[in-house]
């Protein structure tokens, strides 16, 4: 069961902790878990080549921009679940996400059955932030397995709150029998 969290924040916030919270839930009930920082990471962004569809087989695509993504591409291919997190930046995901899933298109179509759950942390308001992961995953043919949102705006403000520490247990309790079953 390996399971990896993606955290699309710029900084150590809010987004991080749940995702950290979510990934130690799922290792105490025996997943293999790591978190990609992305904010750590050297990510070009896409530049439309389209090489990594050359012929058609995306299936087979790599891409020839050579930066951290690299290193990234097998770790994905290996995860049984994936966990995007996102900060809401104008009632979407942030760019930082959607650069790394843009950088996905060598193996988008290899994510096929995998789980995908989300994250999203939003001041006011979560907008299409969700729904842009939701439909991410709809695009790979993904499982969507659920999602844990919180209204935040300083950077650890959602540490303070035990109603969504709740209900990142209870997604990692869901994820984990999903894994199993
Ligand atoms: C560029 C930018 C755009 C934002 N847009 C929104 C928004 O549309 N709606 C909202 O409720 N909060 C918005 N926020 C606030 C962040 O979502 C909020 O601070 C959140 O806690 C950030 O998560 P993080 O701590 O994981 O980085 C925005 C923040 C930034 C920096």
Redesign the pocket.
Known sequence: MKVIGICG?P?R????WMLIRLLEAMARRGADTELILLRRKKIKGCNGCLNCEAGGKAREGICTIQDDMQEIYPRLLEADCLVFGT?????MLSGLLKNFIDRTCPIWPRLEGKLLAGIA?????I?KAVDNLRTYGSVCGMRWSGYVTAL??T?K?VTEDKKVDKKLQQLAGRLIGLLNA
């Open positions: 924040s900084r916030g809010n987004t991080e900060p809401v930046y104008f009632e942390v939003a001041e006011e308001g907008g935040a705006k950077p403000q």
